[in-house]
């Protein structure tokens, strides 16, 4: 089984900046970043394919930057002019087939376990 592995997350200011890994043990076609708030649903933020081609949630759009690197099986997700708001932890998602929505969780087979980000005022 693919094994996913984040790093990176931890406590940063209004403004700041962040980014987040995801290392794989195995190959993957889509790989992608979600959080989930306290007491919120999962929600989608962006996605990365290793055929080409990215696509971010509006939520994000503009502030985040998915990148991947398949010879190393990583993908990460920088993240510009953080706000309180984006307080949550962040998890990485992978397929190893492609997928029709890839916005959904239940679309994706393999997780981590989670990096905490906490954006203070």
């Known amino acids: 089984q693919v094994q996913l592995v984040e790093s990176g997350g931890g406590l940063v200011q209004a403004g700041g900046s962040l980014r987040l890994s995801c290392a794989s043990s195995?190959?993957?076609?889509?790989m992608a970043w979600f959080r989930q708030a306290s007491g919120k649903e999962r929600e989608f933020l962006a996605v990365?394919?290793?055929?080409?081609?990215?696509a971010y949630a509006d939520s994000v759009k503009g502030r985040f930057t998915i990148s991947r690197d398949n010879a190393k099986n990583t993908v990460y997700l920088e993240m510009n002019s953080l706000k309180p708001e984006d307080t949550a932890v962040y998890y990485c998602?992978?397929?190893?087939?492609?997928?029709?929505?890839?916005?959904?969780?239940?679309?994706?087979?393999?997780w981590g376990q989670g990096t905490q980000v906490t954006v203070s005022s």
């Open positions: 998602a992978a397929r190893t087939l492609p997928i029709r929505d890839a916005t959904i969780p239940r679309s994706y087979d393999y």
């Open positions: 195995g190959r993957t076609f889509n």
């Open positions: 990365s394919w290793s055929v080409g081609g990215t």
